[in-house]
């Protein structure tokens, strides 16, 4: 007999399981059932609607009921949610939610797909008044972008700063609306560390989106929202994006256990703990490749492998579940940002030692007309060298460096693993010694103990202190801008002056990303010089790092005028 699989939610994970299962079975029967009125849109593709970027609602939706039968004989039906499940008579409770008819729904084999949902808190006063939005499905965004049309919108609040709020607030900002982007953490996107996110702030504020860190909402007004501080920003509509909630209600009706982070509780197969009964994608609680503890990751490359994996299973094939790293990438106006496996908050959390690469060198050759400088911080295990972790931010491909760590993280690999990749190059695409090459090169000098480094966060209080800090640049750079009290000793100029420099105090060397002060330091070192420390990320990086603040603190800026070139 034929077998009968009913799946519930019909995008990511749900659409990804019910393509598998026909090519692994022609003769099942594959009904999906999805509360929402489209089943397989690009829900990462929802906010790029509102800058018109994706011009319609229509492109959103990448496949319908229509095609599902004719292409796939999979029934998927939209509008229907499915409100309780009897897992000892094999049944689930479906809601035809446009007829408010029920009926009951046999299954062999059941598989949970439902996702998470937006987090919005009832004891957010004004959470339920009409300019309040979260978004997650078609009928979300186009709502929120006809508001702002029919009711002429100029000033929106997006509350969180996590992925979907910077790309809705990306997207409103181009298209010209007045966004104010408020957000609890001291930073936007909590998976790069502070440095890194500094880079977004820089751009967030260049861009003219009225960033607000530390601050929570407290109230939604009909024109307004009031924050935590007391502080009141005007706004005509409201997104929240203040995280999801895996979607467990049908799961506990089912007797299924939930696990420690609240997620559905699944093995390597993606079994739950009731016979028959299968969870994917969002719902689901996950393991950490690197940690091994129990989290959760809402990413649809993951969803749609887990769902490959739960029809394999359900056919004999075996698989290997190796857990998730969490590798993301997102887009900020001129900026790419991306990241994989553990950053360094994760690691202290995790009493992991580490230590740090960070560098700036060009995304490709210098002479080319699209270069950039690319921020790269590498993080790895110490003593091993073991890989643990990248975040880039650049203007050019951040993603394909990133894409790199993550495989080289999925493999063991380690510093001189990474040294050693031959990576493909030429001018336009990269430099012969490609970022990750770099980094790697750095990495191993640092754990070697080959020089000392200070971080861009330390050099603030080094500048404040009157710390001897040297800046080898030539004299042209310098004039562009340079830390206070810094003296310039260019570096074709140092073993000629090396009387200018203390052999009794720590000696601080910069450039302007890295590499000539590596030379310096290299060079002092030979001439028995003790205390010296080359500066992470020079110039350029501490700029990057102390911009935004500067800008929107009342305090006073450690360089003279800043420089990006
Ligand atoms: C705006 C936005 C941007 C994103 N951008 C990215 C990105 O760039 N990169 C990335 O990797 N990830 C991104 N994601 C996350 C990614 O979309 C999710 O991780 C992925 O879709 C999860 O798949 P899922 O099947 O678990 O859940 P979903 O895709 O959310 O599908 C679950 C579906 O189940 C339905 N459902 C729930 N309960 C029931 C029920 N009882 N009966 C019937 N139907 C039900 C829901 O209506 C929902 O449509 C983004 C998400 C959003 C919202």
Redesign the pocket.
């Known amino acids: 007999m034929a077998k009968k699989v009913v799946i519930?939610?019909?995008?990511?994970?749900?659409a990804s399981v019910a393509s598998r299962i026909r090519r692994l079975d022609e003769k099942a029967e594959i009904i999906m059932?999805?509360?929402?009125s489209d089943v397989s849109f690009s829900?990462?593709s929802?906010?790029f609607f509102l800058s018109r970027i994706v011009p319609t609602t229509e492109n959103l939706v990448l496949m319908n009921p229509k095609k599902f039968k004719n292409q796939y004989n999979i029934i998927a039906k939209t509008l229907?949610?499915?409100?309780d499940v009897d897992p000892v008579r094999k049944k689930v409770r479906v809601k035809n939610l446009a007829s408010n008819e029920e009926f009951d729904e046999s299954y062999d084999s059941l598989v949970l797909?439902?996702?998470?949902s937006p987090i919005a808190p009832r004891s957010i006063e004004g959470v339920d008044k009409p300019h309040v939005f979260t978004?997650?499905?078609v009928g979300d965004i186009s709502g929120l972008d006809s508001y702002i049309k029919e009711h002429n919108i100029n000033n929106i609040a997006v509350i969180g700063g996590g992925?979907?709020g910077l790309?809705v607030a990306e997207n409103l900002g181009l298209d010209k609306k007045n966004v104010t982007l408020i957000e609890k953490l001291n930073q936007v996107l909590a998976p790069l560390d502070y440095d890194m996110a500094q880079i977004l702030h820089k751009e967030l504020y260049d861009k003219g989106v009225h960033l607000i860190l530390e601050d929570g909402i407290k109230k939604i007004e009909d024109n307004a929202v009031v924050l935590e501080s007391g502080t009141v920003v005007e706004a005509g509509a409201v997104v929240l994006s203040l995280g999801v909630r895996p979607?467990v209600e049908?799961a506990k009706k089912a007797g299924i256990t939930l696990g420690e982070t609240g997620g559905i509780l699944v093995d390597h197969n993606y079994r739950t703990s009731v016979e028959d009964i299968y969870a994917?994608?969002?719902?689901i609680e996950v393991t950490h490749f690197l940690t091994n503890k129990k989290t959760r990751l809402?990413?649809?490359?993951p969803?749609q492998r887990q769902a490959r994996a739960a029809a394999d299973d359900m056919y004999g094939k075996q698989h290997r579940n190796t857990g998730v790293i969490g590798s993301?990438v997102?887009h900020c106006f001129d900026y790419n940002a991306a990241c994989t496996g553990l950053n360094e908050k994760q690691c202290k959390a995790s009493g992991i030692n580490y230590d740090v690469a960070y560098v700036i060198p060009e995304d490709m050759v210098k002479i080319m007309p699209k270069v950039n400088p690319l921020f790269f911080k590498l993080i790895f295990e110490t003593p091993s060298g073991k890989i643990l972790g990248a975040q880039a931010v650049g203007k050019g491909n951040v993603d394909k460096r990133i894409d790199v760590i993550a495989a080289f993280i999925m493999l063991h690999g380690t510093l001189e693993d990474l040294k050693e990749l031959e990576l493909c190059y030429s001018p336009m695409f990269s430099t012969a010694k490609d970022v990750v090459n770099h980094a790697a090169l750095v990495g191993l000098n640092i754990l070697n103990g080959v020089y000392r480094q200070i971080p861009v966060t330390a050099v603030r209080e080094l500048v404040e202190n009157n710390a001897v800090i040297i800046d080898v640049r030539e004299p042209h750079e310098f004039e562009g801008g340079y830390f206070i009290n810094a003296k310039n000793i260019p570096l074709s100029q140092l073993r000629d002056r090396l009387d200018e420099i203390p052999k009794d105090k720590p000696v601080y060397l910069h450039c302007r990303s890295g590499q000539r002060s590596y030379n310096a330091v290299c060079a002092l070192q030979g001439l028995g010089y003790k205390n010296v420390y080359n500066m992470m990320g020079s110039f350029l990086g501490v700029c990057a790092y102390e911009y935004f603040n500067d800008k929107t603190k009342d305090r006073k800026p450690i360089v003279t005028a800043y420089n990006f070139t």
């Open positions: 519930v939610g019909g995008v990511a994970g749900g059932f999805e509360r929402g829900n990462c929802l906010p229907h949610e499915v409100v797909c439902p996702g998470a978004v997650r499905n992925f979907i790309e979607e049908l994917v994608g969002d719902a809402t990413l649809a490359g969803a993301s997102v």
